[in-house]
């Protein structure tokens, strides 16, 4: 399975958190190994080596820069810095949530859930073979307490910007704009998902089309818990001892995690459902960095934008400073009202990966095996 949170700066691949450790691992393969009258420990360390492995385990968020401090490698300056960023960008969200509650304004989280799997069963020939990913992305509104869960797998779409920004514009379709008030949105700071520039045009498009103020707002890294992390959390709860056959199975956890004040919403999304914002003829903004030269802000400096419908994106690098305008030059092009197909096709898993799950249906109920004989997958 692949990282969730170093996704997009590592090549290693991580084992489903089954293992607890390497130790762990090595004993259930050592236990295969004697069953075949086979050596394991070479055999074992080589693979380990040579593909670059490593255990997943699942633990919460460590700020990195916590860490150093208590370990001396940063600085007591820095790290009341970050203390003082922390703390404001709570207060920021507390601030918007009661304002929320009070009807002046929608105030939302969003996130992706740690990667599943499919089939998620207890045999144990399932330890041993490559599974289907399953992702869910999650918006939660803070006043209503309602909750929308997009459910796919890796066979309908990817983990690109164009793929949130389908996401989010949908959802805010759907639940935000009958409300006709401004729109704060709250996530954490991951370029490739919440804060570039495939996004942002897609967000000011829509602020443009709708006449609707929309505000992304970045909590401090190392430090981005959520009221949506509940919803994860009651999902997990709801899976433990389940068995999961199909991704759809996901679906009925999902709406069995919560029964007050409402059900969660779950959409079970394929290809068609996904709209391409990265086209840069739809862009407004080619960048938005809040610099132009060596030195100035970066993108991850930027604590907050402000999608004026008037076709301009401002932006703060501290809750507390005034909104600038970005410093970029601005493509002043028509609103766009429909998008281009992201994906014209579901997505081929590897040959590897489709023959792992083949072997599978020997441990799956019959009823399930045409979804995986249906796959698209690769041919070599």
Not at 54 to 79: L, P, R
Not at 97 to 126: H, R, W, Y
Not at 201 to 229: C, P, R, W
Not at 242 to 262: F, M, Q
Request: aromatic share 10%; proline share 4%.
């Amino acid at each position: 399975m692949p990282s969730h949170y170093n996704r997009y700066n590592t090549t290693k691949v991580y084992l489903e958190p089954i293992y607890r450790n390497a130790t762990h691992l090595y004993n259930t393969y050592k236990q295969y190994c004697s069953e075949k009258n086979a050596d394991p420990r070479n055999k074992f360390n080589q693979t380990i080596k040579s593909k670059n492995i490593a255990i997943h385990t699942i633990k919460k968020d460590m700020c990195d820069v916590c860490v150093g401090h208590q370990t001396g490698n940063i600085s007591e300056i820095d790290y009341q810095t970050h203390l003082r960023r922390k703390n404001r960008a709570r207060e920021e969200k507390s601030m918007d949530k009661s304002e929320a509650i009070k009807g002046n304004c929608i105030v939302l989280t969003m996130d992706l859930q740690l990667v599943k799997m499919c089939p998620f069963i207890t045999a144990s020939a399932v330890y041993y073979k490559t599974k289907l990913c399953v992702h869910n992305f999650t918006i939660y509104d803070l006043a209503s307490h309602e909750c929308t869960c997009y459910w796919f797998t890796e066979t309908e779409g990817d983990l690109s910007a164009s793929t949130y920004a389908s996401f989010i514009i949908d959802y805010l379709t759907r639940h935000s704009l009958p409300k006709h008030l401004p729109i704060i949105i709250y996530s954490d700071g991951c370029t490739s998902q919440n804060r570039n520039n495939i996004l942002s045009n897609a967000l000011l498009n829509f602020s443009m089309q709708h006449q609707v103020a929309i505000i992304q707002k970045y909590l401090e890294v190392g430090h981005t818990q959520m009221e949506g992390d509940c919803v994860h959390s009651a999902i997990e709860r709801k899976l433990k001892n389940r068995l999961i056959h199909l991704p759809s199975d996901y679906l009925s956890v999902t709406k069995e995690a919560r029964k007050n004040p409402c059900e969660y919403e779950t959409v079970m999304v394929d290809y068609t459902f996904f709209k391409n914002y990265s086209a840069p003829e739809t862009w407004r903004y080619t960048s938005i960095r809040p610099g132009r030269k060596a030195g100035d802000p970066k993108v991850t400096d930027i604590r907050a934008i402000f999608y004026d419908n008037t076709g301009l994106i401002k932006f703060k690098l501290d809750f507390d400073s005034d909104w600038d305008s970005l410093p970029q030059r601005v493509n002043k092009i028509a609103i766009i009202r429909e998008y281009a197909s992201l994906h014209r096709n579901r997505i081929p898993i590897t040959y590897q990966k489709y023959k792992h799950l083949q072997e599978l249906k020997s441990v799956i109920p019959l009823d399930c095996h045409s979804f995986y004989d249906s796959l698209p997958h690769n041919e070599h």
